[in-house]
Each structure stands twice: as C-alpha cells, then as structure tokens.
C-alpha cells in the first residue's frame, strides 16, 4: 500500500478535500466576464499534506504513478510536464503572489472522473491550494485561492480556462448552486433542493474527448474577444439581450452566432436563477435544452456523442438536458424525474450501443459542498 507513512515516512499534518463541479447552465460565459450556475460534484480530490523544510515538494498520486520530487525555487512555467504541473503549478502561483511558502509531501487520491469535463484539473489544483493555505497560514479567501488555482491552470500548465471551475471547486456550498459574476467575483448561493422536488440530476459522462478541443477553445475565445473590440466593449458580458440585434448588425458575419450564444446564455443563467429562487426546478428543464442548441448551433462546441445524449435523454422524458463544460466530448446532464432516472440511463446507453459508441458513465448529482479541510 502507498499510504502516506509508506511514501514520506512520516505523519501527514491533515487532509483536505475539494470537488469537482457540474455547471447548470452559463457555459463559455465566465471568460467573457458573464454569468454561471455550477454546483459542486459529490466527488473529490482529497490531499493529504505536510510541509517540508528542504524546499522540496513531493508528489504522488493514486491516479498518477511515480512518485515525482520538485524544488519549488526551480519552478517554472512549462518546466513540470504531466499532472504534476497541476499541484506544482499552484506552489508556483502562491509564490508568484508573494506567498512565503516552501516545500510539502502531498498524497492525492480521487474518485472525480478525469478528462469527462466535470472539472477534476480543477479539483486537484484547489485541494493543493487549500492544504497550502492552512499548512503555511496565509489565511487566503477561497475566492482569492480560486484565483491563483486558475493562475496555475493558465500560465504555469498552459491551458487557457476561465475561472469557473475553480470558483465552483472552492465556494460551492452543499444543496446550492453558485451563481457566480465572473466580472466581479460576486456571488449568490441559491438553494437547489431536486430531492424535495421529486426531481434528480443524472450526469452522462460520454468517455469521449475529441482532440480539436484544446485549439478550439482558444480560438472561440479569441473570436468573443474580437468581437467585443469591434463593438467597443471591454467584454461581450457588456451586451444587453435588447441591444443584440444591433450589435449584431456591425459584426463579420463568423463573429455573430458566437455573440449570440454568449448573449442569450447569460440571460439563460439570470432565467434559471430566477426559477430556482421561485422554487421550481422542474422550469429549469426547458432552459437547459436552449442553452444546448445554443452550443450546438451557435457556438458549435458539442459533438455527435453529447447530441445524442441529449436527444436520448430527452426523448426517455427528461425535462431538459446539455452538455456541461468546454465541449467536444466530456459529459452531458438531464434533469429528470427521479423515479425514471433509471430509466433514462438506460435509453441512454441504449443509443449509445445502438450507434456504435462506447457505454456512458452514469452518475448522479447532488449539489455537494466546495473545499474544505477534513482533519
Ligand atoms: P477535466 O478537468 O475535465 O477532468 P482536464 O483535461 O482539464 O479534464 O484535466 C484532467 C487532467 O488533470 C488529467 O489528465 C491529469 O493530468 C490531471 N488530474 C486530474 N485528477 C488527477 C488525480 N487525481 N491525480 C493526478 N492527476 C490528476
Ligand atoms: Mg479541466
């Protein structure tokens, strides 16, 4: 066994968790300083942690392999390749920030799916940022942490993400979604109870990633933030859904389903706010499945296995269904009635092997609470 005594040879100082996320609707939003709805996954990323006096900072993960040895004076963006970066690229952000902290021996262990959009790179930054925090007593906010996780993520590793997942990782609160302002960091914890409802989130983890996401994701971001420029906005969260069809009007005709998408999805996530505060979930159905053609169509991020889950799901009596996250594979979630949660598993996977794709992960989703310290 490779507990944390058999790795380091000694106690570990204490453990964190912090979770991955599922976003309810606001999906490529955040980096347009918009809105959106995650709520914190069940699963986690859990660290157990010490800190070191050498400098050095140790690494092993359950899911990752060898045992990997940094000195945090060397760090470097680009410098630590694999998920190591991840953890490392966080020592490395806290110093950039000024943060006096050194070396540590960290033990991570995981039951956040990996790569199914549901945020694991996210969870494992945050988990290390939070041990950090407490290990050395800096006394960081969670949102202030989020910040310097997405740092990680960005600069140190290379992969241009928005804050969203980071936020949801660190500031969910259990039987809540988090509607976040990614302009200004403020948020609103609204209350999501499915259960009383008689409603259940079931999660689709399609187990595809198509490649072209990675290159993808940077040109749509490139593409808002043209956008933007021509219409003299400092972003295109700037644009009122009264204002689109102008605006509309002025832009190159590759500009305008991607503004479109960003406009109608952001007033997609004031929409669903708006129900949950009344008390009605089940209206958040309809909400959903707009927000999806909007991907599809406009922003043209989905894919032919997130179609047809959304389409199964649907036709087996789902109120509403989407992809959640970047796109190009990953997972989708449908809102359903949970006595035919089941049920709609099961058509899922039915079309799936119909069409010749490999099985769905089924999981299902209950707003679960942001990182924390477990001893
Ligand atoms: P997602 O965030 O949607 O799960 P990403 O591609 O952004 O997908 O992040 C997945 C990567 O994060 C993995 O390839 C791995 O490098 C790293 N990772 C996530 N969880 C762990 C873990 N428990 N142990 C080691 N690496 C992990
Ligand atoms: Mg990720």
């Known amino acids: 066994m490779n507990t944390f005594a ?15 996320r599922v976003n309810l609707i606001g999906e490529h939003t955040d980096y347009n300083l918009g809105f959106v709805l995650p709520i914190a996954l069940p699963q986690t990323v859990r660290a157990e942690a010490a800190r070191r006096t050498d400098g050095l900072l140790r690494l092993w993960s359950a899911q990752g392999g060898e045992l990997v040895a940094l000195r945090v004076e060397d760090l470097a963006p680009g410098s630590v390749p694999g998920w190591a970066g991840y953890p490392a690229g966080v020592a490395w952000a806290l110093r950039e920030a000024g943060h006096q902290v050194g070396g ?17 790179s996210a969870a ?8 950090y925090n407490d290990l050395y007593g800096l006394g960081l906010p969670a949102a202030e942490l989020a910040v310097l996780a997405q740092r990680a993520e960005n600069a140190f590793v290379g ?3 928005g804050i969203m997942d980071q936020m949801a990782s660190m500031c969910c609160h259990p039987g809540a979604a988090l509607f976040l302002d990614s302009r200004d960091l403020s948020m609103r914890q609204v209350p999501v109870d499915l259960a009383g409802a008689g409603l259940a989130l079931l999660v689709l983890d399609t187990r595809v990633k198509h490649d072209l996401g990675d290159g993808a994701y940077a040109a749509l971001r490139a593409g808002c933030e043209r956008a933007a420029a021509l219409l003299g906005l400092p972003a295109l969260r700037s644009l009122q859904p009264s204002g689109l069809d102008d605006a509309l009007a002025r832009l190159p005709s590759e500009l305008v389903p991607l ?35 909007s991907l599809r169509d406009d922003y043209r991020v989905s894919c ?17 269904a989407r992809m959640t996250g970047g796109g190009f594979g990953g997972s989708v ?5 949970a006595d035919a949660a089941e049920h709609v598993a099961a058509e899922v996977t ?21 990182a924390r310290r477990l001893r």
Not at 6 to 20: C, D, T
Not at 265 to 288: F, K, M, S
Not at 333 to 337: N, R
Request: hydrophobic share 45%; with cysteine.
């Open 6 to 20: 058999q790795l380091y040879g000694g106690p570990s100082e204490g453990e964190w968790a912090a979770p991955g």
């Open 124 to 131: 494992l930054e945050c988990v290390v940022a939070a041990a």
């Open 333 to 337: 979630i449908a809102l359903v009635d």
């Open 159 to 161: 992969v241009p993400c």
């Open 350 to 370: 039915a079309a799936f092997r119909t069409a010749g794709y490999a099985e769905p992960r089924t999981l299902t989703a209950v707003p679960a609470e942001g």
């Open 104 to 120: 540590a021996d960290l033990r991570l262990d995981s039951d956040v799916p990996s790569g199914a959009g549901l945020s694991s």
């Open 259 to 293: 503004v479109r998408h960003v406009v109608t999805e952001n007033a997609r996530v004031e929409a669903a706010v708006a129900r949950l505060d009344a008390g009605d979930p089940a209206a958040l159905g309809p909400i959903l499945t707009a927000g999806h053609a």
């Open 304 to 320: 032919p296995e997130t179609d047809l889950a959304v389409e199964a799901a649907l036709a087996a009596g789902a109120h509403g």
